[in-house]
């Protein structure tokens, strides 16, 4: 089979250029970067980057799209792409919870990403780690409900947010929640919730979430409480998490940042609930929170492909 012709749409920002350095990693050459106008011409490594216009898109020559740019923007491109013959793997929060559309982290529900229709979305850089985390407990006890604290990096927030925190001395660094609010809950958080129970099918899991912006530049770290529908001492969970990610028994974002897996440690009985567990898991919200998860996606559908 020909090499895929790739084409990364937002090449200039923080995860367009983490899904560059990515796919150069495994071996993809024939790779073109796109952004906006003010960004086309410029150079990123051995690639000028393009503007990202409907008609360059829609031209038919791009087996695959990876769009790493805001909400609606993607809403904009994503069908030119489309139209033109690409598979899209979105990353931004436009067609997540769309009806039809998979929403798929390779390793927890790898086998809806053959349903497409063109369009397949990357999940939040908190729901990747933690339905990864999830599905391995709730394959073996179920699961009955979950709390999650996230401790999300500036990084998360972008290019932008990465720079106003190099510039931040250390004494002024301060917590934030920059999300947009109802009065109620951060749009994250409904995000997350919604998102884990679409890639978990399980709609009325209750989840309940509060999301927390802290002065690290890259990982993100989130504590987790599972109540299981049936019995799971913490050394079995250990097992069974150890499975499916990296054991660590003191996972930080430091200890994650440039790395392909996911962290998990602290694994302990949570004695408030009955069948409770808590544990920390941690992830390179740039790498597998984001780029290479879209990548892996794509990769499962050139496997398709090959062995159709």
Known sequence: MPEPRIGVVGATGAVGTVTLECLRERGYTDVRAFASARSAGTRLGDLTVEEATPEALSAGDLDLCLFSVGTATSRQLVPHAVRGGAICVDKSSAYRLEPGIPLVVPEVNGERAREHDGILANPNCCTIPLTSALKPLHDAAGIARVRVATYQAASGAGARAMERLRATEPGDAD???????????????????????????????????????????????????????????????????????????????????????????RIRRDPTVQNGLAFLVVCDNLRKGAALNAIQIAELLLRARVTA
């Not at 958080?189 to 530049?217: D, F, G, H, Y």
């Not at 499975?243 to 996911?262: E, K, M």
Request: hydrophobic residues 45%; proline residues 8%.
């Open 175 to 265: 917590l934030a929640m920059d999300w947009d609010y109802d009065g109620e809950e951060f749009d994250e958080e409904a995000k997350l919730r919604a998102e884990t129970q679409k890639i978990l099918e399980l709609p009325a899991l209750p989840i309940s979430v509060s999301c927390m912006r802290v002065p690290v530049m890259i990982g993100h770290a989130e504590s987790v409480w599972v109540e299981t529908g049936e019995p799971l001492a913490p050394d079995r969970a250990r097992e069974l998490l150890g499975a499916a990610l990296t054991l660590d028994d003191f996972p930080t974002p430091g200890r994650a940042a440039g790395r392909d897996d996911i962290l998990v440690g």
